[in-house]
């Protein structure tokens, strides 16, 4: 498959001769450019060289991942959102995120935004699409209160 993005992320330390000038362009139109992008200090860089202003960082290994291993995901998360913050980077995470997986990341202080669609879809199927976002920001907002984060907008 040629797909790239959601399943694990741009590589943008890859493709940054190609990404810049069309970064440069869209910012030049006044378009706000996001990158998608592994956990990785590698690819943070490489938004920054290009002149992305906002990361989103993939969390889908760390949603998929299990006992120990999430806990390696969640700290990769951890430490590229505060390297982000560190590069002068806007961050958001998303991908796989639900009710089980997005505590911990959303109580990732240094990540302002998280993406989470499919998954909502999916339980608004069953109990409505209100009452689906209810509760996905009433866990993303517990857990920014206990990790002395804000709530969400």
Partial sequence: REERTTEGGLDAAGASARLRPMVAALGEAGVRVSLFIEPDRRQLEAAVAVGAPVVELHTGAYCDAVGA???AELARL???AAAAAALGLECHAGHGLSFETVGPVAA???IAELNIGHFLIGEAIFCGLDAA???MRAAMDQARAAGGGRKSA
Avoid: D, G, K, L
């Fill in 133 to 135: 976002i209810r509760r």
């Fill in 78 to 80: 951890v430490e590229a």
């Fill in 108 to 110: 990732i202080a240094t």
């Fill in 69 to 71: 291993r999430r806990e």
